[in-house]
C-alpha cells in the first residue's frame, strides 16, 4: 500500500485519482481550499500529510475555462504559483519527504503548431498569457534543491473523460451544431494584445491540431513515471496520435448518433464565448503535441486512438471492447 497525498483533488483529473487509489488499496489523502485532509490555509497539516508519504501529486490551479480578465488572469497565475511554492517549501522541510512529485502543467506551453508536432526535446515554446502561466509554473516548480525527491511536470493536452470538456462539445453534436471550429480574423483591442490573451488567426477550415489524452492514461502514464526513477522534467501526457478539429466533431457526431454539423465561425464563436465566460483560444489554438518520452520509455496507452477513446466515454460498453484489453505500461 502507497501513500499518496493529492493536491487539488476536487478537480475532474483528481477525483479520478482518488478513487482510482483507493480502489486499489492505496491511502490517499489531499489538500484542497476546503473539504480535503489539509487546507492551504494551514502548513502544519500540510507538513503532517506529505511527511513519510510516496507519491505527491499535485494538480492546484484556478480553471482557464473563464475570460481573460485582469482579475482572472491574476488568479490562474497566482493560484498555480502560490501552492506549488507552498508544498515545495513543505518537502524540503520534512523529514521524509515523497520521492516522487508530479506536478500539472499544460501542453498548451508550446506554441501553436500546424505544421509539425511538438516534442519535449525539439517542441518550441509559445508566447501569450497562458504560455506565460505555463512556464512561470514550471519555473517556480522546478526552482531549489530538493535532493530526496524527484520532479516530473506533466504537460498534459486536453483530457477526455466522463465530465471533461467533452461533455458540452457531445451536447452541441446532438443539437446540430457539432460541426468543426472555423477560425478567422478579429479585430483585438491594444489591452488584450499587451496581455497576451488575443489568438491570432492562423489555421483556416478547422484544421487547428487537436492533442488530447483519455482521462485513464493520464493515471496510467502517472503510474508508469511513478516506477522510473530515471525520469524527471517536463513530459508530455498525450496521445501519440493527435487529431485535428474537424475530425474530432465528425468523430463525436458519429458516436452520438447526429447526421449533421454546423460549422461555428470565429465570429460566433467570439460571441458565444463572451455570453458563456470563456476565450475561443481554448478551442482554436493549433496544440500538435507527442509524448515522445513516453513512448521511449515503452509506455504503453490504453487508449491511442480518438474514436475508441471517445467511444469508452459516449458509449461506454463498446469503448471498452474498441479499446482491447489493459496493459500495464
Not at 239 to 248: A, I, M, Q, V
Request: glycine fraction near 10%; include cysteine; charge should be positive.
Amino acid at each position: 500500500m502507497a501513500r499518496i497525498v493529492i493536491a487539488g483533488a476536487s478537480g475532474f483529473i483528481g477525483a479520478h485519482l482518488v478513487h482510482r487509489y483507493r480502489v486499489a488499496g492505496d491511502s490517499v489523502a489531499t489538500i484542497g481550499r476546503s473539504g480535503g485532509d489539509a487546507s492551504w490555509s494551514d502548513p502544519h497539516a500540510i507538513r503532517r500529510l506529505l511527511d513519510g508519504a510516496d507519491v505527491l501529486v499535485n494538480l492546484a490551479g484556478r480553471s482557464v475555462n473563464c475570460r481573460y480578465t485582469p482579475a482572472n488572469r491574476e488568479a490562474i497565475m497566482q493560484s498555480r504559483l502560490t501552492t506549488t511554492a507552498e508544498l515545495r517549501e513543505a518537502v524540503a522541510d520534512v523529514d521524509e519527504p515523497p520521492a516522487v512529485w508530479f506536478n500539472s502543467s499544460t501542453a498548451t506551453i508550446y506554441r501553436h503548431a500546424d505544421d509539425r508536432p511538438m516534442t519535449e526535446s525539439s517542441g518550441e515554446l509559445g508566447t501569450g498569457f497562458s504560455v506565460a502561466v505555463a512556464k512561470a509554473w514550471e519555473r517556480e516548480f522546478f526552482d531549489g534543491e530538493l535532493p530526496m525527491t524527484r520532479r516530473v511536470a506533466l504537460r498534459i493536452a486536453i483530457v477526455l473523460g466522463d465530465g471533461s470538456a467533452l461533455r458540452p462539445l457531445a451536447m452541441l453534436a446532438r443539437l446540430g451544431l457539432g460541426g468543426a471550429h472555423l477560425d478567422g480574423r478579429w479585430p483585438s483591442s491594444r489591452a488584450r494584445r499587451g496581455a497576451g490573451t488575443q489568438h491570432v488567426f492562423r489555421t483556416p477550415r478547422g484544421r487547428q491540431r487537436f492533442s488530447w489524452v483519455h482521462v485513464e492514461d493520464v493515471a496510467r502514464a502517472i503510474d508508469f513515471l511513478r516506477d522510473r526513477a530515471d525520469l524527471s522534467g517536463p513530459v508530455n501526457v498525450s496521445s501519440p496520435n493527435p487529431s485535428d478539429d474537424r475530425t474530432l466533431m465528425r468523430t463525436i457526431r458519429r458516436l452520438v448518433g447526429a447526421p449533421v454539423g454546423l460549422p461555428t465561425t470565429r465570429w460566433m464563436l467570439e460571441l458565444g464565448s463572451a455570453v458563456i465566460g470563456t476565450e475561443t483560444e481554448l478551442l482554436l489554438k493549433s496544440r500538435w503535441v507527442l509524448p515522445q518520452r513516453l513512448l521511449d520509455a515503452g509506455f504503453e496507452f490504453r487508449y491511442p486512438e480518438l474514436e475508441p477513446a471517445l467511444a469508452s466515454i459516449l458509449r461506454p460498453t463498446e469503448g471498452a471492447v474498441a479499446a482491447g484489453p489493459a496493459r500495464l505500461g
